[in-house]
């Protein structure tokens, strides 16, 4: 614990149950001083929401789901409302039809392209607009991205192609924000065992993979994570923006199989 974030106020959206990364995120920030806001989408998940909120004495802000506009807009009016202003905000929210999280990219339909693309990708921006409006003194916005934005991995198809367009739009978001001191990052988490990963085909083989192949030979955790969010959204970092840092484990350094691995 220390007092990295005291005084600052975040708001954090994606929170499913205690395996999500927004929760390690949430966690970590709160060890740090920081005064937090959930959003939640639908009441199945605000039931879940709501406790892990009252536990680290966080606000609830509202149902958002960014395929509505109109919920977007609630949940920053909240805020506004609430505190009248935002130092950070962290989103960590992606979707895929499950069906398409398997199989060949080639396959991929129109249909969830846009919706994928919709929800993984421009719900950052979306949140950006509003966010940009409350953070009159700076502030700080984080974003959670994947190795498959950089290169293939089985099964990610259309999530690796949404993750690669969210990757750029912290380049174009960090630079039209930071004339206002709006810091715009993304942490790529290695994979961590999750609802949305479950979605994913042969979740299981990747997270072995990665324990052997990885230079620290294991995976990461939420709070490993956590932990890199509460900095990149403190003033330590305040000389960054526009970056993707990795917390992998170090997996995106490797280039080929370790020849010491067991066959999976
Ligand atoms: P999670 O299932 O705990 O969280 C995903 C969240 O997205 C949920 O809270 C869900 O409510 C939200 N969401 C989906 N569609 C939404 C919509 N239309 N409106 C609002 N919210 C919506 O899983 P997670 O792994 O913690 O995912 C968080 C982020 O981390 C995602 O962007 C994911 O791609 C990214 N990520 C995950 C891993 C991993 O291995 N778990 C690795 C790298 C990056």
Redesign the pocket.
Known sequence: TSNLLAGKRGLVM????N????WGIARAAHLHGAELAFTY?GEA?EKRVRPLAAELGAQVVGH????DPATIDAVFEEVNRLWGGLDFVVH????SDKDELTGRYVDTTEANFSKSLL??CYSFTAIAQRAEKLMSNGGSMLT???YGAEKWMPHYNVMGVAKAALEASVRYLAADLGPRNIRVNAIS?G??K????SGIGDFRYILRWNEYNSPLRRTVTIEEVGDTAAYLVSDMARGMTGEILHVDAGYHVVGMKNPEAPDL
């Open positions: 994606g929170v499913a149950n395996r999500s990364i927004a989408q998940l958002c789901d960014v395929t960590c929210i992606a979707f929800i993984s959670l991205t994947y988490a994979p961590i999750t609802l949305a990963a």
